[in-house]
């Protein structure tokens, strides 16, 4: 049973225009939220996260929404650049009082063209 | 600071044989995890070590296990490899406390024939 969803595999996008990739969630305890970027052959990287007491948080181009009540979060890439390119996942945090655990979604493929 | 630390990184192993991945966090982090890559699968939760104790675990069958020395190192162990063990082994390393990011290493490549 997948408690992180992403459901779409992939996105493709042009450059300088807005990315927005998408992640759904089924437990509402869950309290925050990471969104991390793979390359291939790299381990993921840390990209930006949400705490469920805020409903938006800004990194430089990176904004992360997030819908309690939908139970769905969202990942705002603008503008894109090819660079960006990556499989982003997203990942949900399910323990209250420890840490070391996060329960990730399948991942969305970005591709930025030129 | 040095980052998160996986060898080997790649390895190539028949059925029935056992496999030892070994994992050197980030200096000063207590907690070490682990997690498996499959294509469609996204990133499964195998387990996390605490100062040297199993913490959490993930829903794999016996067959994965795993250790963490008094330095923080970690150990993976995966006996009588199946071909569905092919994957990217990712390790993770972090404080461990509750709402923080992990630092993942490069991971090990494991195909299994």
């Known amino acids: 049973d997948q408690q992180v969803k992403q459901n779409s595999p992939s996105l493709s996008v042009q450059e300088g225009r807005i990315s927005i990739l998408n992640c759904d969630y089924t437990n509402s305890m869950f309290d925050y939220f990471l969104w991390y970027k793979k390359y291939p052959a790299e381990g993921p990287t840390f990209l930006i996260s949400i705490s469920s007491i805020k409903d938006k948080n800004e990194d430089g181009r990176f904004t992360v929404f997030l819908n309690k009540s939908a139970k769905h979060l969202s990942l705002h890439i603008v503008p894109s650049q090819p660079g960006d390119s990556a499989v982003y996942f997203c990942?949900?945090?399910?323990?209250?009082?420890?840490?070391?655990?996060?329960?990730f979604g399948q991942g969305t493929e970005l591709s930025v063209k030129p | 600071k040095a980052g998160v630390t996986q060898t080997p990184r790649y390895l190539i192993k028949t059925r029935g044989q056992q496999v030892t991945l070994s994992c050197s966090p980030i200096s000063g982090h207590r907690s070490v995890s682990w997690y498996q890559q499959t294509p469609g699968q996204g990133l499964q939760f195998l387990f996390e070590?605490?100062?040297?104790?199993?913490?959490n675990k993930g829903n794999f069958p016996g067959r994965f296990s795993g250790r963490q020395f008094s330095n923080s190192r970690s150990e993976m162990n995966v006996s009588t490899l199946e071909l569905g063990d092919s994957a990217l082994y990712l390790c993770?390393?972090?404080?461990?406390?509750?709402?923080?990011?992990?630092?993942f290493g490069s991971g090990t490549q494991l195909s299994v024939l």
């Open positions: 070590y605490f100062s040297e104790t199993q913490r």
């Open positions: 993770a390393s972090s404080d461990g406390q509750p709402n923080e990011k992990l630092f």
């Open positions: 990942a949900a945090d399910p323990e209250v009082n420890q840490g070391g655990k996060l329960i």
